[in-house]
């Protein structure tokens, strides 16, 4: 479920369809979690689909660390990449505002932690972009980003979080907020298991 003071807006026509943020989000907001009522497809479900189904997904969906595809029900299928995104993933299943979202701005993640099958050419412009954007980007910054996901849990407590009572997983998030646990590592969510 995405953050209620969001919207589904054009943005361009490389891009299409994008979420803006409706109001002013605090940098440690919950803006994403994975709810009960988005759908979960294992590969084999996946492979059934007739080619048209497939690239739904292909499009719409995002894979967990386990490889499954990930459907959200609501606006969050529209979140788009960028290089210097406004979310980071704190451990595998929900993200948080990394810097302090204005009203208008468009609320972006980055696709790496979407495990992607295959490279993702990005003209993003910042300064920061990677060019391509590739599943094992994971393992290549899991350094510093752990160390955010570790920031980002920790302000957690500090700013109203209106998405707390559809968390897929409430007592983790509680674990993770407090600092008796620490966010899974993007390595470790990494379902592209070809190295480098
Ligand atoms: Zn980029």
Redesign the pocket.
Known sequence: MIHPQTKVSFISELVSDGVLARADIPRGTIVWTQDVLDQVFEQAAFDRFPPAVQAQLDRYAHRDALGRYVLCWDAGRYVNH??DPALRGVGSWFMVARRDIEAGEEITCDYAECNLDEALM?D?A?PA??GQIHGRDLLRYAGPWDAEARELAGLIRTVPQPLWPYLLDPAQAGALRDGQQDPISFRDQCAYKGGK
Do not use: E, K, S
């Open positions: 960028h290089c990005c993003c910042d972009c990677r």
